[in-house]
């Protein structure tokens, strides 16, 4: 039997993302179901968790001021809240991607940067989906158990960033400028959070490795 993962997604761009996902979670040995704010969504009924990409999170859950540019969904901060918080309840994995890097962390108790490249000077800013970021994994990581310490080429859609880290997580890897690019939990069980894409580099070893790592620690 292949473990279900529940996948979170956008409302608007969910049908876009979702197949993407639910390719490599099957290529891992997975099935994806789809999840976002409109219906029910119950981790009882999944093995693991995908947070995928998308919308803003609310800076009302960290304390945050809102800034304009925000494209906010609080229905989806609700919900994946929640799941992250079951999930890990129940011992069952997450990944986070991009903003479920973000919602791990911010579910977790931490905190983020609204605008990450007025913070990080150094860091180059780039969106798009292929890549063309530099990030280094940190030696002693579970990222780095997974997908190795050789530098990592990624791509990059995301104007923010884990700030203060959440109750539990370390950082597994950064960018050039110091930013932060993975989380992770130093204990079982498994929520690994990454600020690029994987799903959109499914061509590349390393990427599909970490769906599965998803798909093994989910594994009944």
Known sequence: MRPCIGVTTSRRTGWRVFPVIALNIWLAGGRARRWDSRGEADMTAVDGLVVGGGDDISPMLYQGELVAEARLDPDRDAL???????????????????????????????????RAYDHYGDSRYYRTILPRKDVTVLDGTGLAAIAGLAPMRVNALHSQAVDRLGTGLRIAARDGGGMIQAVERSSPPFALGVQWHPEYLIYARRQRALFRALVDAAQP
Not at 92 to 102: E, H, M
């Open 80 to 114: 994946e809240q929640r799941l992250v918080g079951q999930a890990l309840d129940l011992g069952k994995p997450v990944l986070g991607i991009c903003r479920g890097a973000q919602m791990l962390n911010v579910a977790l108790g931490g905190n983020l940067h609204q």
